[in-house]
């Protein structure tokens, strides 16, 4: 059974970056034609898509947020990352790692459990 | 960007009664739509995509339609399960974007 595991600090202060893993286990991030991806949801609000990155290192980030992060893969370790910088109270949110399946459609039927990160000083 | 919006924001419906659940986008999707389930400190969970192909797992009390601009969800005779916020988002234009939810609670 493959499960997606996010890791990484809770409480970020403005201004500086905020730096999150995913670990794939049970299947390998190398293998198949699957997007690797972040979504976001702001507290009691809906779903914002920050972007993915193939096991090739190809990425694709959602232009709003695209100057200040970086997604990259850690095929080694089945691992991929996000790199938000300069961020500020806003980016207060819970933050999903997610499976997108290429050959039914950039649809996420996989989704890690998701971690608040609290941007706060 | 391509806007979903969804109607209602919420939708009381009584145990054993049909939700129809609606997104529209602002331009032409084709059939790029997915519809996701997501119940309070959970992850979302897959329900259509395709626009009317339902996922893994998926009841078959769950049906999509629409193509376009116009998408529609319904759930059949609603169970207590069902009580959630239903998400639609698009998959064919950039950036991927979701729909702000609607809430289906117990009338």
């Known amino acids: 059974q493959v499960q997606l595991q996010e890791s990484g600090p809770r409480l970020v202060k403005p201004s500086q970056t905020l730096s999150l893993t995913c670990t794939v286990s049970?299947?390998?991030?190398?293998?198949?034609?699957?997007?690797w991806s972040w979504v976001r949801q702001h507290p009691e609000k809906g779903l914002e898509w920050v972007g993915y990155i193939f096991y090739s290192g190809n990425t694709y980030y959602n232009p709003s947020l695209m100057s200040r992060m970086t997604i990259s893969i850690d095929t080694s370790k089945n691992q991929f990352s996000l790199e938000l910088n300069s961020v500020t109270a806003a980016d207060t949110a819970i933050y999903y790692c997610?499976?997108?399946?290429?050959?039914?459609?950039?649809?996420?039927?996989?989704w890690g459990h998701g971690t608040l990160v609290t941007v706060s000083s | 960007e391509i806007v979903m919006t969804q109607s209602p924001a919420t939708l009381s419906v009584s145990l054993g009664q049909r939700a129809t659940l609606s997104c529209r986008a602002s331009q032409s999707i084709s059939s790029n739509l997915a519809w996701y389930q997501q119940k309070p400190g959970q992850a979302p969970r897959l329900l259509i995509y395709g626009a009317s192909i339902r996922a893994t797992g998926i009841p078959a009390r769950f049906s999509g339609s629409g193509s376009g601009t116009e998408f529609t969800l319904s759930i059949g005779v609603l169970q207590s399960e069902d009580f959630a916020v239903y998400y639609c988002?698009?998959?064919?234009?950039?950036?991927?974007?979701f729909g702000q939810g609607t809430k289906v609670d117990i009338k």
């Open positions: 988002q698009q998959y064919n234009g950039w950036p991927r974007t």
């Open positions: 049970g299947a390998s991030i190398s293998s198949g034609d699957y997007f």
């Open positions: 997610a499976r997108a399946d290429g050959g039914i459609g950039e649809v996420y039927a996989l």
